[in-house]
């Protein structure tokens, strides 16, 4: 699985828009992007994924550069329950079943939404 | 629809014993994985079984050994407990044996074990 690089740490305003960055260089054309974020003393909760194209849903978008070698996770209004850990993936689709349920999870970028 | 659940929350141990945690996966999926997270290593991909059969593991020693049953109920044990099996054991269920479709694992809130 190709490596991602994120910042340690980040800060946001409470009601404005988080934009997280994480870096793939080494991506491979069938890896997909994923985040995950971890709440304290949580589970990991998943929140999006995407191949090439831009993905959004209820919790957030994705933005995944023409070169794929860079995505942003962008929580537009961010709160203070949005306070926690997100991890930046990039995992193999479908690897001849040496891939299954297995994320490997760097250190993540912490996001600290102040009032 | 009830998620994933994960019992004890909570345990103790000494060095030498060995320890059974339990998986309860949410309805209807079917594959289990296990993740060890530790301040210094973070979170680490233990194994993963579907349909009763290890399907995929990570770079772990073999005290860490795990099994799933008809139901879909997972549970991992770990033997002979060193100090630095302290962690938080977390388990997470997929609905296909395929994740990547669904892009989902659902993780539980994890078992926190402390080795004295």
């Known amino acids: 699985d190709a490596k991602t690089t994120q910042p340690p740490s980040m800060d946001c305003a409470e009601g404005r828009a988080a934009n997280l960055p994480c870096n793939h260089s080494?991506?491979?054309?069938?890896?997909?992007v994923y985040w995950y974020r971890q709440i304290h003393s949580q589970g990991p909760q998943y929140i999006i994924h995407?191949?090439?194209n831009n993905e959004t849903n209820e919790m957030a978008s994705l933005i995944i550069t023409e070169d794929r070698k860079s995505s942003t996770l962008i929580l537009p209004h961010a709160t203070l329950r949005d306070t926690a850990v997100y991890y930046c993936?990039?995992?193999?689709?479908?690897?001849?079943?040496?891939?299954?349920?297995?994320?490997?999870f760097g250190q993540g970028t912490i996001l600290t939404v102040h009032p | 629809k009830a998620g994933v659940t994960q019992t004890p929350r909570y345990l103790i141990k000494t060095r030498g014993q060995q320890v059974t945690l339990s998986c309860s996966p949410i309805s209807g999926h079917r594959s289990v994985s296990w993740y060890q997270q530790t301040p210094g290593q973070g979170l680490q991909f233990l194994f993963e079984y579907f349909s009763e059969t290890q399907r995929n593991k990570g770079n772990f020693p073999g005290r860490f050994s795990g099994r799933q049953f008809s139901n879909s109920r997972s549970e991992m044990n770990v033997s002979t407990l060193e100090l630095g099996d302290s962690a938080l054991y977390l388990c997470a269920s997929s609905l296909r044996r395929d994740f990547h479709n669904t892009g989902e694992l659902f993780f539980g809130e994890g078992s926190r074990l402390t080795v004295l």
């Open positions: 995407g191949l090439k």
């Open positions: 993936i990039v995992s193999l689709y479908n690897a001849g079943g040496t891939s299954y349920g297995k994320l490997t």
């Open positions: 080494t991506i491979s054309g069938n890896e997909y």
